[in-house]
């Protein structure tokens, strides 16, 4: 199972993924924006109306017979086609344009709005990893205090154990001495009985006699 070290750390790759890959987006809408500002250049320089038709120099046809010039209107009925067709080209790719604007809006928004909970998030597990660094410290200090006073206990209890061993001993040796002493005890008061009761008896056998 992961700590939250490493889920934190996680969080903050991720976090750095989708920034880094957000650049490509912001990126990506900057370019949009100036082929956007070029496209309404263009389009503003484009005429929106029909140009009066040139009168370009025609051909005399029949000339020094007295009838009038003719003129052709083909020049200028194709430059009004040409840029008929230039402004409906700027005008789709400007649409396009701006269709795709509007969706890289969007995406770009809800990329800004994951990033500012992705930071939150970070502040607060960031805040978060403060506290249990603090109460890590604490719990540290606690616990070396805490096996501090095992040890001392320890010894304490080690040492007892010790006057224990040696007071059983001065037991045990008192206990024989006491023994010993009562065997030789005995033996004098048997000895002592013993020779009173023969001064007894040969007083009796003087008395007897006497």
Request: glycine share 4%; with cysteine; proline share 2%.
């Amino acid at each position: 199972m992961a700590t939250w070290t490493e889920k934190y750390l996680a969080a903050l790759q991720e976090r750095d993924a989708r920034e880094k890959a957000n650049l490509n987006l912001y990126d990506h809408c900057t370019k949009l924006a100036d082929k956007n500002a070029e496209l309404q250049t263009q389009l503003r320089q484009a005429p929106t109306e029909e140009p009066e038709q040139a009168t370009p120099t025609a051909t005399p046809s029949l000339v020094g017979r007295g009838l009038r010039r003719v003129t052709s209107p083909v020049a200028g009925t194709t430059a009004v086609e040409s840029n008929t067709t230039v402004s409906a080209q700027l005008r789709q790719d400007l649409t396009k344009a701006q269709q795709e604007r509007g969706d890289l809006q969007v995406r770009l928004d809800s990329a800004l709005k994951e990033l500012e909970t992705l930071k939150g998030r970070a502040k607060a597990d960031s805040k978060r990893m403060n506290q249990l660094n603090a109460g890590v410290s604490q719990l540290t200090i606690k616990l070396k205090d805490r096996e501090e006073e095992l040890r001392g206990k320890a010894k304490l209890v080690e040492n007892v154990q010790d006057e224990n061993v040696t007071l059983n001993l001065q037991l045990n040796m008192a206990e024989e001495q006491s023994d010993k002493l009562r065997q030789e005890n005995k033996e004098l008061v048997d000895r002592w009985m013993a020779r009173m009761g023969k001064e007894a008896d040969k007083m009796n056998e003087q008395h007897k006699f006497s």
